[in-house]
């Protein structure tokens, strides 16, 4: 992988993680859906800044992630692109207190391995 597509491949993570991020914080806003109130939650949603910056940052990683594909082989970029799970997580523990059993960590660990197997040459 060049620098290049490496800096796609980095774009694409880091803008769809931050995606992620902002639609967490939207939610939140949001509160609980339930069945009395689902309409009305969805009809709200266009009224909260951070889901629209979450789906402005997904579309970015989509973009940068097409750009990818064109360069890239798709046995290459679809598993480096599973790195958004980790940085996820690691938002979630960092910013939301969220926490990380043994389990999860090693299940992390192993896309992280898996990410350097199939992404070396």
């Known amino acids: 992988m060049s620098l ?13 993680s931050l995606g992620q991020l902002f639609l967490k914080l939207g939610a939140l806003k949001l509160g ?4 009395e109130n689902a309409v009305s939650h969805v009809m709200s949603m266009v009224t909260v800044p951070e889901l629209l910056i979450g789906l402005g940052c997904y579309g970015l990683g989509a973009v940068s992630y097409i750009l990818l594909l064109t360069r890239v082989k798709l046995s290459v970029a679809a598993p480096s692109a599973s790195l958004i799970y980790f940085i996820s997580v690691m938002m979630g523990y960092l910013i939301f207190q969220e926490s990380i ?3 999860h960590a090693i299940g992390l660990g192993l896309i992280v391995c898996g990410v350097v197997l199939v992404s070396a040459r």
């Open 101 to 103: 059993s043994m389990k």
């Open 32 to 35: 609980k859906v339930t069945s």
């Open 4 to 16: 290049q597509e490496f800096g796609l491949l980095l774009i694409s993570i880091l803008t769809s």
